[in-house]
């Protein structure tokens, strides 16, 4: 469970009611080609081992027996597989009847967790048949073995920190209040459901909900084993829907109508983490006993896919809709402050770049919102020794396209005189060249708001901040931020979804051409007229920092984890030697930067990952990166 993955497995197994000889040798055979593919967690469908459909032959001794003989030999069948394996029975005891998942590893019975919530309304009549399962767990008698039986066990496995596993049957999840909720509470990280739903028309997407919500709810992973084809269609079909969930995210699911195994990846260390994060999720470990088992400390091969771009919806339908709120977001904060302030014009400077525009974008959409003309937006462009044609050029157009009003300051003379009066050589193009053209742009904003008295808007996004890529009181400062919490590669698709949707043709081939341009600062000269400073050569892929900012924020991973999945995400794109090279980077430069975060001018959150001081990232200035670089060293 290198990582904290762990392969589970759905298996539907071809099955004849009422013969569990037949049905035990098709589970062994599913067992089987589940452990050659890696899962340790394998879970079949509710009363497989005879069949859900066998109604009054329940009550039949030959069939109980049956299954008794039949568990026993899938019991033994276990050994030597380094799996936990759950299979549905029906089981006496103290004459009673109980719909009963066993829970088996290496060669032993570990539990016998009875069906809570016994339907009779509709299509479902188990109440002729069985009793409802007692919560606190009493020892039962089972062939001369003393074995645990009740719904309130959990079974944890011996060294491998966190894995523990709840256990509920079918209509346990349709209920208000689940087992598994109860489970969760006491500390499962991962639940199982042995079902028989039946298909219906549109069940089978209240079905796929039900399991999001319950791993979202839970924050678990979930294993949904349902029973398919086999079961007798004298009334009801059976579609084999097996669903694997975590915290919410369908990691995958079987077509309906066939018999499948289907496997995921659960990432237990991220359900840890995220556990931890939300200080409301409490654990109440009331009436329960923990059984222990034993798995291999094993390296899970993955089979699941990570985004390159976590931050950015691969589905077009999905992405556009993103933009959409996000620009959204972006406007309300920003309309918000000036309904606040009572401000009526708002200063930008504009660089032609992508962060400018967006910010550009944003400001006429609260603009519009609030019914001020787009004329009190003074968009600065003030050009110096690394302006280009093409960016001036751009920021022109786009100001005059959008209807605001263009104020041009040459900042070159005034970077000259300062220079003179600090004693920097002007030819010497180090940090110092550089800020001094940042903050003298952000001096003459300052002062522009101040004349028009508006408010200046900022324009660094949040994987600039990450990075630190900021110049501290220059650039870095504003007085509402309104890309703070917007990543870069999020703002290319912000653009573009714009260039889209404006309907204009003029604004769309400017932010197209804004768009195709380099990302850069512009501070230092041009070579031929073409951009020489380009931001990525010099701090690395925004997307690689985007993704491991997103992984170590959201996810709470270590850099181990990281290099691995961007390894897999990156495969082909990138060498794993420039991988590394950049993750180093990233974790250098952003424990070294926070303090400039520390002090971020306010702006919208807009996801899940957010670095403002006063919100999601609470972290001291002088931490020390030491442990974690030190992993990142020993990667090589």
């Known amino acids: 469970m290198k990582h904290g993955f762990i392969k589970a497995a759905a298996a539907t197994p071809d099955i004849r009611v009422a013969d569990p000889v037949y049905n035990a040798e098709n589970i062994c055979s599913c067992m089987d080609e589940a452990v050659r593919e890696g899962a340790k967690i394998i879970v079949f469908p509710e009363l497989c081992l005879c069949g859900y459909t066998c109604s009054d032959l329940f009550l039949q001794e030959q069939l109980l027996n049956s299954c008794k003989e039949q568990l026993i030999k899938i ?163 059976f579609g084999g829907h097996n669903i694997i969930a975590e915290n919410g995210v369908i990691l995958t699911q079987a077509k309906r109508f066939e018999n499948q195994i289907i496997y995921g990846d659960i990432d237990i260390h991220r359900l840890r983490m995220e556990r931890r994060r939300m200080n409301t999720f409490t654990i109440e470990k009331k009436d329960y006993v923990t059984v222990l088992f034993s798995l291999k400390k094993e390296e899970t091969k993955l089979s699941r896919c990570f985004s390159g771009k976590p931050f950015v919806p691969e589905n ?20 918000k402050r000036y309904q606040h302030t009572g401000c009526q014009k708002a ?47 751009n920021a022109c157009r786009l100001a005059k396209t959008l209807g605001a009003t263009l104020e041009e300051v040459d900042i070159k003379e005034a970077v000259t005189v300062h220079f003179k009066d600090i004693k920097q050589d002007i030819n010497n193009h180090n940090v110092t060249y550089e800020n001094g053209q940042a903050r003298e742009r952000t001096q003459i904003l300052m002062d522009i708001a101040n004349r028009e008295n508006g408010l200046v808007i900022g324009t660094g996004d949040m994987s600039e901040l990450a990075l630190g890529w900021a110049t501290y009181n220059g650039d870095h400062m504003s007085m509402y931020g309104v890309n703070a919490g917007v990543p870069k590669t999020l703002v290319r698709h912000l653009v573009q979804y714009y260039a889209d949707t404006c309907n204009v043709k003029e604004l769309s081939e400017v932010l197209l051409d804004v768009l195709a341009t380099p990302v850069s600062p512009e501070l230092l000269p041009p070579v031929d007229g073409v951009i020489s400073q380009k931001t990525e050569d010099l701090v690395g892929p925004y997307e690689l920092h985007d993704f491991f900012l997103y992984y170590m924020l959201r996810c709470g991973f270590e850099p181990s984890k990281i ?21 180093k980077t990233f974790y250098r430069r952003f424990f070294s930067q926070q303090f400039k975060r520390s002090c971020l001018p306010d702006g919208p959150k807009v996801g899940s990952v957010a670095v403002s001081p006063r919100g999601d990232l609470r972290m001291p200035s002088d931490a020390c990166a030491r442990i974690w670089m030190e992993e990142i060293e020993k990667l090589k």
């Open 75 to 237: 019991a033994e069948y276990t050994k030597g597989r380094d799996a936990l394996v759950f299979v549905g029975l029906p089981l006496e005891w103290e004459g009673k009847l109980y719909n009963v998942a066993a829970a088996l590893q290496n060669g032993k019975i570990l539990a016998f967790i009875p069906k809570t919530f016994i339907p009779s309304y509709g299509e479902f009549y188990e109440t002729r048949h069985f009793a409802a399962g007692n919560e606190s767990p009493v020892l039962v008698d089972f062939e001369g073995n003393e074995i645990p039986f009740g719904t309130h066990i959990l079974l944890e496995a011996e060294g491998l920190d966190g894995l523990v596993v709840g256990c509920e049957i079918c209509e346990d999840i349709w209920v208000p209040l689940s087992p598994g909720i109860s489970h969760a509470m006491a500390g499962a990280i991962v639940i199982v459901n042995l079902s028989a739903s039946n298909e219906t028309i549109g069940k089978d997407a209240y079905r796929e909900l039900l399991v999001k919500a319950a791993s979202a709810r839970q924050i678990a992973g979930y294993i949904y084993a349902s029973a398919g084809e086999g079961e007798s269609t004298q009334d009801l079909v």
């Open 316 to 335: 077009q339908k999905e992405r556009d809709e993103r933009c959409n709120e996000i620009l959204s977001i972006q406007s309300c904060g920003l309309k």
């Open 347 to 393: 200063v930008i400077g504009v660089s032609g770049g992508l962060d400018s525009t967006l910010a550009l974008l944003v400001t006429v959409r609260a603009f519009d919102m609030l019914g001020l003309s787009r004329g009190n937006i003074i968009a600065v462009t003030m050009p110096c020794f690394g302006t280009t044609d093409r960016t001036y050029d």
């Open 563 to 583: 290099y691995r999945l961007a390894k897999l995400s990156f495969a082909g794109q990138y060498e794993e030697e420039v991988i590394l090279k950049w993750l």
